[in-house]
């Protein structure tokens, strides 16, 4: 049985890389392209990054149900299709989405079959990134803050995976994938 699963961890918690390894891993794994209510920039083509809705059709969205998780940012709206990842998992892919927590939150209480593991480094691992690219201590402070707010808020998470260890980490997350 397909099944759908959501990484999700603070800023610095190596999310990107362990992704990547994950697909080049499992080929079967499926992404979701996410929709959107932007206006297409140049160059930009409807399905290859975004699929692209109007005001209108993105209410419709909205109104039937189909939007698993939605935000705004910087004025325009994002989502995660539930149509689109039905789609996937009724062709018998497992799909993996990588969202920030209050989005995989959203997408958890809408969906919640899916299992939703919450990537993070140890506090002094964390600690030590923020500082290798933080320019001032004010900075240092706000992202070690917003990290424990989303780790507050991770509550709703199947599980934890430390990240210290990208090859560690992807390894319990393909294990979970085999249950």
Not at 51 to 64: H, V
Request: overall charge negative.
């Amino acid at each position: 049985m397909s099944k759908l699963y959501v990484l999700s961890g603070p800023s610095g918690a190596g999310l990107g890389e362990i992704v990547t390894a994950l697909f080049a891993r499992r080929k079967d794994l499926c992404a979701v392209t996410p929709v959107t209510a932007r206006k297409m920039k140049a160059g930009e083509v409807d399905g290859v990054g975004f699929y692209f809705y109007d005001l209108e059709g993105w209410n419709a969205l909205k109104e039937s149900g189909d939007l698993l998780e939605a935000t705004e940012f910087a004025g325009n709206d994002y989502g995660t299709s539930r149509k689109l990842v039905n789609a996937a998992l009724e062709q018998g892919h497992d799909v993996l989405l990588n969202l920030p927590v209050e989005r995989a939150k959203q997408l958890k209480a809408n969906m919640p079959e899916a299992v939703c593991l919450y990537v993070e480094p140890s506090e002094a691992v964390l600690k030590a990134r923020y500082e290798a690219i933080a320019r001032s201590r004010f900075e240092l402070s706000v992202r070690l803050e917003q990290a424990e707010k989303e780790r507050a808020l991770s509550t709703f998470c199947d599980k934890r995976i430390c990240s210290d260890d990208a090859d560690k980490a992807v390894a319990e997350i393909l294990g979970e994938m085999k249950k």
